[in-house]
């Protein structure tokens, strides 16, 4: 497809379940981020892939939460045993090499909203 | 501690007019502002960015304006239309090159028609 694309749309789920959640960037895009948005508030940085480098990990809230990606395609974002502060969308959007984030900013997903019940 | 921040979380507009929404950051370092528009169950779209390096940046009727001293940015839209009606937020990179970014809390724009 031409967007980014994630998948599930929504979730719910029980506290201390785990989840996993889709990412399907553009194809070609080297960079891959995740966010998350709570309710009320901004995006939150959680992980960015930047082709085979090592991804930034420094927004990821606690181990519970993991992030994958296989090459320059699909990413799968994980959160084990959930808890209802995990509650939140969870977007993914992927984008060019720089400088042309800058021109053109990210590309994001519609995102999944989770909800730990 | 908010780095980006956007003090109004709503500003209602008559169609027309011009819609002025603003944008405040406390790190010096950033290098490169963004904004982008969301609609309901949509992900955020790029809307318009400007460098550290400008004061202004203009596309079609999206201005974006830099007041670096101030730590200050402000997105103007003219005339505002009721299809412009989303949650518009601020972003902003740190420096380095880093294509993370730090986004406000984002401010809700109503333009009636």
């Known amino acids: 497809g031409a967007g980014v694309s994630q998948s599930p749309s929504n979730k719910v789920t029980e506290k201390g379940k785990d989840v996993e959640l889709r990412c399907d960037p553009i194809s070609g895009h080297t960079a891959l981020y995740w966010y998350r948005q709570r309710l009320g508030q901004g995006l939150e940085f959680l992980i960015y892939f930047q082709g085979n480098s090592a991804p930034d990990k420094s927004g990821l809230p606690s181990d519970r939460f993991s992030a994958e990606r296989t090459g320059e395609s699909v990413s799968t974002l994980t959160i084990q045993r959930t808890q209802q502060e995990d509650s939140a969308v969870y977007l993914c959007a992927s984008s060019r090499n720089a400088p042309g984030i800058f021109n053109y900013g990210y590309t994001f997903g519609s995102g999944t909203r989770l909800t730990v019940v | 501690d908010q780095q980006v921040k956007q003090n109004s979380p709503s500003l209602s507009v008559q169609e027309g007019r011009i819609s002025i929404l603003n944008c405040d950051y406390t790190?010096?370092?950033?290098?490169?502002f963004l904004w982008y528009k969301k609609y309901p169950a949509e992900g955020p779209t790029f809307l318009i960015s400007?460098?550290?390096?400008?004061d202004k940046n203009e596309d079609g009727r999206f201005t974006v304006f830099l007041n670096k001293s101030a730590k200050h940015l402000s997105l103007h839209i003219v005339p505002s239309q009721p299809g412009d009606s989303a949650v518009y937020f601020c972003a902003a990179s740190p420096q380095g090159g880093s294509e993370k970014l730090v986004f406000g809390k984002g401010t809700k724009l109503t333009v009636n028609p």
């Open positions: 790190n010096s370092m950033f290098d490169y």
């Open positions: 400007i460098s550290s390096i400008k």
